[in-house]
């Protein structure tokens, strides 16, 4: 009987957290975007009028957006929620909030005093009221880099894509050596 094997232990595979970063960047935007469309969907005007408080769209488009956006990032956050279209979900949330910096940083750009209407409301600001633009920027920013996380490395952990078979093979680990071709197996021969 001849049995083969090698002088190289194995070498232990260490666990990724790279998984779970997407997992939890999945989470934090899918909180975001169904609390913010949860905040306009009960008020439709409102969420036209913030849309056209920007004054960056032709006024029917604005009204469209104004009605569409609440149920587009409801829509997102339950599909980052259940790790559905998981890439899909992440470059339309990453479009999202770089279009929100955009918008924002536009409207302080030409001095409008609006409330961005992230969460609700919107629209011109109150007497004495001072617009948080920085904050909004920085925020929106910060979820673009998550909606970018979630793009590039999905779908994380729990996610119905890795259920249903949505998602690509993994590429092997570099520390895996399923090949063998690292060393030549030496032969032992039972006596």
Request: glycine share 12%; with cysteine.
């Amino acid at each position: 009987m001849t049995i083969v094997t090698s002088d190289k232990p194995e070498p232990s595979k260490p666990r990724s957290a790279l998984p779970w970063v997407t997992t939890v960047s999945r989470l934090i935007l899918a909180a975001v975007l169904i609390v913010a469309g949860g905040g306009k969907i009960g008020t439709p005007v409102l969420s036209v009028e913030a849309v056209k408080a920007y004054q960056l769209l032709p006024e029917s488009l604005a009204t469209a957006v104004g009605y569409g956006l609440p149920i587009l990032e409801i829509v997102i956050g339950v599909l980052l929620v259940v790790g559905l279209l998981t890439r899909v979900a992440g470059i339309v949330s990453a479009l999202l909030m770089l279009a929100f910096v955009i918008g924002i940083a536009s409207a302080w750009a030409r001095g409008l005093r609006i409330d961005c209407g992230c969460f609700g409301g919107g629209g011109q600001l109150a007497a004495g009221e001072e617009p948080s633009y920085l904050i909004d920027i920085l925020r929106d920013f910060g979820l673009f880099a998550l909606g970018v996380i979630v793009a590039w490395f999905p779908p994380g952990r729990l996610a119905l894509d890795s259920v249903l078979g949505l998602t690509p093979s993994q590429e092997p680990d570099e520390y895996d050596d399923t090949e063998g071709d690292d060393e030549e197996p030496r032969q032992e021969e039972d006596h």
